[in-house]
């Protein structure tokens, strides 16, 4: 690229200098390749052979074994964050938006030769949620204690502090974590049934029972599992019952989950954001692509969902009548904690609703006479992209490993603690943090592929301590991983 750009120059072809810097500058490949090793640093359990972030081990490996039932197998999944804590509310959430987008862009993928490590990804997860789906009323949300486990700085492969199972059952409902757990092995169960239909099938078995399970029994999850609710509240359900309603219809084709989308007496109306707690956008974007391809009416509620998803993605390119607020230099602005998460789920739907608009031949109307066209909905998406990745004030990439400046001390205890590997001496509870987390130097370990965010003047505080907005998270990759298909 350098050799390109020098070429460029020396000839003196401005035209193509901007070509080099506008497209040749940002490695897309490069970023959707760490936007999935990212998962492999967060896994938790028995660690297989082809494992590629090599100063993980085995870790959680007794994970659901307790004194009433030592022979529970809760061993697997994904710690959620920079804790060693298992939750399957964003987990589920996270497993639903790499299905979509391993769906979404399954050329792109392929062409790449990443699909085969979009779908392990899934199946890291899907694996463990099967698990956690032991009856059909029975759902596993929780492994680990929010209050034990964020008073220790210890690495996974260490842990001394309790893996306390949480769970909702017939008594105890939690239709919001039920209806995503859904959602995810739906979603699943389309990405693996070219590839594996016999799993595919499987893991649809558990969508239906699930589904079946957070109608019958409603509620909200933290109700049933208050310690999930200290880091994760959902604010309702209504949002998971349409979105799951959307996924099973997508995965069946069966008139009753289309029914329940039709009938659905919330359909969300303009959001602000998409997030882990709100996924009526999602739910309106899979409506509004059987609007387009004239699966169902274009009037009443179909048209409702619809437009409230046009409604959405016009605000997020700034063409509607209710604009997300921006950054100074550039970056879509929701939320002061962990606001990348929004801008990563925010581009993941926009890009999606412009292949959507593509292949249907169809544009959107937004605030003001003037047609938006898909190309529009991908050049902002692009923006905040390369936003990410270091086209920004600061020219720091907040995708941890790619490029030469980004983040060298977040907020995550594998990451910043010494590989087991080099030393097996225990890290304790405490001694975590005297020895690594006050220890001003870069995280001995490069969790690359983990995004985290600037604040909301486009800086950056590059401190342990900041885990506000240092802090990576799972949810916060899935969408990226759709888009950065897309762009590579
Ligand atoms: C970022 O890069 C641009 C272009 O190379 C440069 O002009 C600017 O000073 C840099 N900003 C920082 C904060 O390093």
Request: a negative charge.
């Amino acid at each position: 690229m350098v050799v390109i750009c020098n070429l460029c120059a020396i000839f003196g072809l401005s035209i193509f200098f901007l070509w080099c810097q506008g497209i040749a500058s940002i490695d897309y490949k490069a970023a959707l390749t760490k936007s999935l090793l990212f998962y492999e640093g967060q896994r938790s359990g028995k660690l297989p052979v082809n494992q590629r972030v090599h100063w993980r081990a085995d870790s959680g490996l007794k994970d659901g074994q307790n004194e009433e039932n030592s022979g529970f197998d809760l061993v697997g999944g994904y710690y959620d964050a920079g804790d060693n804590l298992k939750l399957g509310f964003p987990m589920a959430f996270t497993i639903t938006m790499l299905s979509w987008s391993t769906m979404e862009f399954n050329k792109q993928l392929m062409a790449k030769k990443e699909l085969l490590n979009a779908l392990y990804t899934i199946k890291w997860g899907t694996d463990y949620l099967m698990k956690a789906h032991p009856e059909a009323d029975v759902l596993y949300g929780e492994v680990g204690d929010s209050d034990s486990d964020h008073k220790c700085w210890e690495r996974p492969e260490d842990m001394t502090t309790p893996r306390t199972v949480f769970k909702i059952d017939d008594q105890h409902p939690g239709s919001d974590l039920a209806a995503e757990t859904a959602a995810a092995f739906a979603s699943a169960s389309i990405a693996f049934r070219p590839i594996n239909p016999k799993y595919a099938y499987k893991l649809l078995v558990h969508a239906k029972q699930l589904f079946n399970f957070a109608c019958n029994h409603p509620g909200l999850y933290q109700n049933s599992i208050p310690a999930a609710g200290k880091v994760y509240p959902s604010s309702g359900y209504e949002d998971e019952m349409v979105w799951a309603a959307a996924w099973l219809y997508r995965a069946t084709n069966e008139m009753i989950y289309l029914d329940y989308v039709a009938k659905s007496g919330n359909v969300g109306g303009t959001r602000s954001m998409v997030s882990w707690d709100d996924k009526f956008v999602g739910a309106q974007v899979l409506v509004a692509k059987l609007v387009l391809e004239g699966k169902v009416e274009a009037s009443g509620k179909w048209a409702e969902y619809k437009s409230n998803a046009e409604q959405f993605i016009c605000n997020c390119i700034q063409k509607g009548s209710n604009n997300v607020r921006r950054t100074a230099g550039g970056l879509l602005w929701f939320l002061p904690w962990d606001n990348i998460q929004y801008v990563t789920t925010a581009s993941f739907v926009t890009t999606v609703y412009s292949n959507y608009l593509t292949a249907n031949h169809a544009s959107i109307q937004c605030a003001g006479a003037q047609m938006t066209k898909p190309s529009d909905l991908v050049a902002s998406v692009q923006s905040q992209v390369d936003y990410i990745l270091g086209s920004n004030p600061r020219n720091m990439s907040y995708m941890v490993g790619f490029g030469s400046n980004f983040p060298q001390q977040i907020h995550h205890r594998g990451a910043s603690i010494v590989s087991i590997k080099k030393d097996r001496n225990p890290v304790t509870c405490k001694g975590g943090f005297d020895l690594w987390y006050y220890k001003n130097a870069p995280n001995p370990n490069v969790l690359d592929g983990a995004v985290v965010g600037p604040d909301e003047n486009d800086g950056y505080t590059d401190s342990r301590s900041n885990y506000q907005l240092g802090e990576p998270t799972l949810v916060t990759n899935a969408p990226l991983v759709g888009v950065l298909a897309h762009f590579a």
